[in-house]
């Protein structure tokens, strides 16, 4: 019931946008110019949605990286909400939903993220939201996928026509393991 402050509601929004395009280059992802233009438009739009001052919303990757650096050194050290945030998120994978070896499923990508976790935050950070660390073979395995998606496989028509068929089902995947069998009613509007 209390209202979010400008700064906490604007290093949320940093995530979905230049960090989030910082870690899907680190793991191999080919962003063009006009996509990273498109994530930043598209999270300025929803910021403003969510009501963050215009003064913390900006055009390009550029902008946010220095904005994000300023924020960085300016923060206070991380608060008792963040562990337990962290920790929250990595055992929701023990809820996911699987057509087929759920057990194992739900172990492999709980696994998984901690392995990114690990290599991308790193062993401080590990320890600060009380999160076990894992060797780096998600990252490798990652990297080593979208290479071949995305410069190898991409770069031939039937490549690109596949990737964006995989593409559309991803979402339904998602939504699958996240809800099951039920419908999600995201941002549904009875109406």
Avoid: C
């Avoid at 793991?27 to 994530?39: F, M, W, Y």
């Avoid at 739009?45 to 215009?54: H, K, P, S, T």
């Avoid at 904005?67 to 023990?94: C, D, F, K, T, W």
């Amino acid at each position: 019931g209390v209202p979010l402050n400008q700064s906490d509601q604007a290093p949320t929004l940093r995530l979905f946008s230049g960090v989030l395009l910082l870690g899907s280059r680190a793991l191999n992802d080919k962003i063009t110019r006009d996509e990273s233009r498109a994530v930043m438009h598209l999270w300025k739009y929803i910021g403003w949605l969510m009501g963050v001052d215009d003064a913390w919303l900006v055009d390009t990757e550029k902008e946010q990286h220095r904005l994000n650096y300023h924020v960085l050194m300016a923060q206070a050290g991380i608060s008792e909400a963040g562990p337990r945030l962290a920790q929250s998120i990595v055992e929701a994978q023990n809820d996911l939903h699987f057509d087929r070896f759920a057990r194992l499923g739900r172990w492999m990508t709980r696994e998984r993220l901690l392995s990114m976790l690990t290599t991308l935050l790193g062993p401080r950070s590990m320890r600060e939201l009380g999160l076990p660390m894992r060797p780096p073979w998600a990252v490798a395995y990652v990297i080593l996928l979208n290479g071949l998606r995305y410069r190898l496989l991409g770069r031939t028509a039937w490549g690109e026509r596949y990737l964006r068929r995989w593409g559309d089902q991803v979402p339904k995947r998602v939504m699958y393991r996240h809800f099951g069998p039920d419908r999600p009613e995201i941002g549904r509007l009875d109406v």
